[in-house]
């Protein structure tokens, strides 16, 4: 079973950092810095969201100020990416054109919604909750609940 390599302290005075490993050439890089924490969380949720949609694995470590220092805040380990089914492997009576946009729309919003309120490392369960959401919901519910997201992630 292959380990996490730990993150490297980030340069500079304390500040939010989203640090990315880079299995290819094994290395971390910077992938979001702010004196703020929400915008380094909202940028960490949609890289991760991304780079998992293009199966790509995913590996990253918060860095913010504690007491004046540089602390290694907690992160979700790295999950394998969930298989998504590709696009043109849809079943008959799959709903579509705009149907299937507006699916597509109720998704985004719930995962923007997701996002906001700092959870941006999700798993297939998680993924699958929220696409159950999608199917049942319609667009005034879904904005409706991505807003009480958003709220509890600014408190």
Do not use: C, I, N
Request: aromatic share 6%.
């Amino acid at each position: 079973m292959e380990t996490r390599p730990e993150s490297p302290e980030p340069q500079g005075d304390p500040r939010w950092v989203a640090m990315l490993y880079r299995p290819a050439v094994k290395s971390w890089r910077a992938a979001a810095e702010s004196p703020h924490r929400s915008p380094v969380l909202y940028a960490l949720g949609e890289m991760t969201q991304t780079m998992r949609a293009r199966g790509d694995e995913v590996t990253v470590a918060l860095w913010g100020p504690k007491d004046g220092a540089w602390h290694l805040f907690d992160t979700p380990l790295t999950q394998a990416a969930s298989p998504q089914p590709s696009p043109g492997a849809e079943s008959p009576g799959e709903p579509t054109g705009l149907a299937e946009r507006m699916t597509g729309r109720r998704h985004q919003v719930l995962m923007a919604g997701l996002g906001k309120a700092g959870l941006y490392d999700l798993t297939p369960e998680d993924d699958t909750t929220v696409q159950a959401l999608v199917e049942r919901l319609d667009e005034p519910a879904v904005r409706r609940v991505a807003h009480w997201l958003a709220a509890a992630g600014t408190r």
